[in-house]
């Protein structure tokens, strides 16, 4: 079965997904989205991937598995509508395919423009992100960088299965990667604890930053190499954190005696993640209630300089907490 995994099935597979693409509204203001996710094979970019088994720890399925049945379970989950699991090393996640319609919900966001624009991803991860980018631009706009040089190996033999060959680079992801640029978007496929200022330097002016921060999703528009600033989607948004050194990971916090029903809330949690290491956990549950509890959208996030900062509702507002 393998990379054919017998096309009928797998074609019959990806339009049930399509169209449940469709029906979540992700691709309505941009149609050819929609018509990349109808033309590139998801199964190519996860020839294998684990998912949780009775008893603790991950099962492994393969698209060459002598068992039928395990084969078809193979191609189901490489067309279902969830997030899989496709590095795993000593118990620890370190990479994954993302849920198809956040994926078309991000890229959607990306606002790309119709006569096309240069693209770096942070995150190679599959490789299927970057298909799908280029095939709406073009393999010579898309540019993706991983740390690990397994991920990059394999996602590059993943796209080149699929019939593309945009630019996949080896690195240090927060370094961005200047040899390709300038950048007209940027789109990070793992979390960051804040915006590495070499992405600002990298891109053009006007350019838009989609990345997930603080289990939300940012959008920052460039004004310069030095200024951004952008505000919270509503979308929740749980991926593998960005590895590199420039960046660090948040601090722990000790949450004990906080009310079960806010640490059960989950944009309560939103905030704690946003605030980590700048608010106190209760200065922060104060702020949530007296704010009425607020929604992602309030939040937004600036950078100026060697400055930056998350904030609610007014980049200069009172309520703003540096990020690391």
């Known amino acids: 079965m393998g990379s054919e995994a017998g096309p009928p099935l797998a074609a019959r597979a990806r339009a ?15 149609p050819a989205l929609l018509t990349a996710f109808t033309q590139v094979p998801r199964h190519l970019f996860v020839p294998y991937y684990y998912i949780a088994a009775t ?15 395990r084969r078809a379970r193979w191609l189901d989950g490489a067309y279902a509508d969830s997030p899989l699991a496709t590095r795993v090393r000593d118990g620890e996640l370190l990479s994954s395919s993302s849920q198809p319609s956040l994926m ?5 966001e990306l606002r790309l423009p119709r006569d096309g624009c240069d693209v770096l991803e942070i995150g190679a991860g599959t490789g299927y992100n970057a298909a799908l980018l280029a095939h709406r631009l073009g393999d010579e706009h898309i540019t993706t960088v991983d740390l690990d040089p397994e991920i990059t190996e394999s996602a590059r033999r ?30 990070a496929t793992c979390t ?28 920052l528009t460039v004004l310069d190499a030095e200024h951004a600033e952008g505000r919270f989607l509503h979308t929740p948004a749980y991926f593998v954190a960005l590895r590199g050194g420039s960046t660090r990971a948040p601090q722990e916090q000790r949450l004990g005696g ?12 939103f905030l704690l993640e ?42 200069e507002g009172p309520y703003a907490w540096p990020l690391p």
């Open 104 to 108: 078309a919900k991000m890229l959607a």
């Open 192 to 219: 960051l604890t804040s915006v590495p200022r070499a992405w600002l330097a990298q891109c053009r002016p006007g350019a838009r930053i989609l990345a997930p921060l603080a289990t939300g999703l940012i959008t």
């Open 274 to 315: 946003l605030t980590a290491g700048s608010l106190d956990p209760y200065e922060a549950l104060a702020l949530w209630q007296r704010e009425d509890r607020p929604v992602r959208e309030r939040y937004g996030v600036s950078v100026s300089g060697p400055h930056e900062w998350a904030w609610l509702d007014d980049p």
């Open 55 to 69: 008893g603790g720890g991950y099962e492994r399925l393969w698209g060459e598995d002598p068992d039928p049945r």
């Open 16 to 30: 049930a997904l399509v169209r449940e693409i469709e029906a979540s509204g992700a691709c309505a203001g941009d």
């Open 158 to 187: 993943h796209l080149a299965a699929a019939g593309h060959h945009p630019a996949v680079v080896t690195g240090d992801g927060a370094a961005g990667c200047p040899e390709h640029a300038p950048y007209d978007r940027i789109i």
């Open 258 to 269: 906080l009310p079960r029903r806010a640490l059960q809330n989950e944009l309560f949690r």
